[in-house]
């Protein structure tokens, strides 16, 4: 008489034998490949020729004739010192106690300058660094540099002086 269960140990190592081939193949019987590598989202990306690079035009726009007039008279409205601001600023205040018609209001060391008031105008004086020395200009009460009037009679006296 042949028992069962001799008859169950071939079968079994049968299906074991083909449930590890299946396994080491990735179950290819279940898979479509199709579906996925055919899909929107694993297409390289395309941009659009007119969207890759920003829009330049507007930011290339070179100023007029009329704008190289102001940059000479703003160079010229400056005086160009060798010494740094922090060695000038005593000798720009000796300066200007010279000068008949000056009057100091006052004083700003840490900022390098003095409120002034000559010919009945009032204005600050600044110093500040500058490529290796320093710069003196006017400025007025809105912070626009100064190039007529009596800062600027002003700023040749000083110069003179200096």
């Not at 299906?15 to 490949?33: D, I, T």
């Not at 060798?82 to 018609?101: F, H, V």
């Not at 800062?151 to 003179?160: G, T, V």
Request: neutral net charge; hydrophobic residues 40%; contains cysteine.
């Amino acid at each position: 008489m042949t028992s069962t269960p001799r008859l169950m140990r071939p079968l079994l190592l049968g299906a074991v034998v083909v449930a590890l081939a299946s396994a080491s193949s990735g179950c290819s019987w279940f898979k479509h490949k199709s579906s996925y590598t055919s899909s929107v989202e694993n297409r390289p990306l395309e941009v659009p020729p007119d969207l890759d690079l920003p829009d330049t035009s507007a930011a290339t726009l070179l100023p007029g004739s009329a704008g190289l007039g102001a940059a000479q008279a703003t160079a010229a409205a400056a005086i160009s010192l060798s010494d740094s601001a922090t060695d000038a600023y005593p000798r720009i205040g000796k300066a200007l106690e010279g000068i008949a018609g000056v009057a100091i209001n006052g004083r700003a060391e840490a900022l390098g300058s003095y409120d002034v008031t000559y010919q009945g105008q009032s204005f600050l004086l600044r110093v500040q660094d500058s490529n290796g020395g320093s710069r003196l200009m006017a400025l007025s009460a809105d912070g626009r540099i100064l190039t007529s009037g009596p800062a600027a009679d002003l700023m040749q006296a000083i110069k003179s002086k200096l």
